[in-house]
Nanobody
Framework: QVQLVESGGELVQAGGSLRVSCAAS????????MGWFRQAPGKEREFVAA????????YFADAVKGRFTISRDNAKNTVYLQMNSLKPEDTAVYYC????????????????????WGQGTQVTVSS
């Protein structure tokens, strides 16, 4: 059983930057592909970014491409989402998720494929 704990969400002004983190425990972190998703009030959960076990394959949603980066530190069992040039429409609860994968380069945009989820961290971008 993998436990995921997000942190780093806060109120930030438009154009600003923020890094959110997700610390994993209870499993071998390097065996899991990791994803970030977000959900704004009244909207469905949407894909933001994902990274393979090896870090060699990365996907981004079009809405964040060029502004967000995702990285992982397998030694620290942590995945990061660096968010730059933030916009009010980035306001949401950000969740990290983990999916076990035998393929070190596998990564998914589909939230249904992720088994383990954190509790979320609130990111609010003021205009």
């Amino acid at each position: 059983q993998v436990q995921l704990v997000e942190s780093g969400g806060e109120l930030v002004q438009a154009g600003g930057s923020l890094r959110v983190s997700c610390a994993a425990s209870g499993g071998t972190f390097s065996l899991y592909a990791m994803g970030w998703f977000r959900q704004a009030p009244g909207k469905e959960r949407e894909f933001v970014a994902a990274i393979s076990r090896s870090g060699g394959t990365i996907y981004f949603a079009d809405a964040v491409k060029g502004r967000f980066t995702i990285s992982r530190d397998n030694a620290k069992n942590t995945v990061y989402l660096q968010m730059n040039s933030l916009k009010p429409e980035d306001t949401a609860v950000y969740y990290c998720a983990a999916k076990f994968s035998l393929n070190s380069d596998y990564v998914s945009r589909n939230f249904k494929e992720y088994v383990y989820w954190g509790q979320g961290t609130q990111v609010t971008v003021s205009s």
